[in-house]
């Protein structure tokens, strides 16, 4: 269960605009690598997901223990949150699900 400060940094996340900017850079090179489909306008698409992005596991730890050694810019600094974490997040929200099972013919 995330506590009180966990959602805080979740919401601080989804407001950064350094980690924003990331986060949309990681959507465009995803969807070019394909990964999933492009989306029509990645601003928008990052602005949609912005709080399932920065849910990630382990990121809010990451981000408050960022503030408390006092780093200028968490958003912008690849050892509070990596590029291959974003990466990843950014596969994970956006991915569609596969396609269910088609049903048996009786």
């Known amino acids: 269960m995330a506590t009180n400060s966990e959602l805080w940094a979740v919401d601080a996340m989804s407001a950064d ?23 029509s306008d990645v601003v928008v698409a990052a602005w949609d997901k912005r709080y399932e992005v920065a849910a990630a596991p382990g990121w809010a730890g990451a981000w408050l223990s960022a503030l408390a050694g006092d780093v200028p810019d968490p958003g912008s600094d690849n050892s509070v949150i990596t590029d291959g974490q974003i990466g990843s997040q950014v596969q994970a929200v956006f991915t ?3 396609p269910p099972e088609p049903e048996p013919v009786p």
């Open 17 to 39: 605009e350094s980690l924003q900017g990331r986060i949309r850079a990681s959507i465009a090179k995803e969807s070019a690598a394909g990964a999933f489909p492009p989306p």
């Open 96 to 98: 569609p699900p596969p």
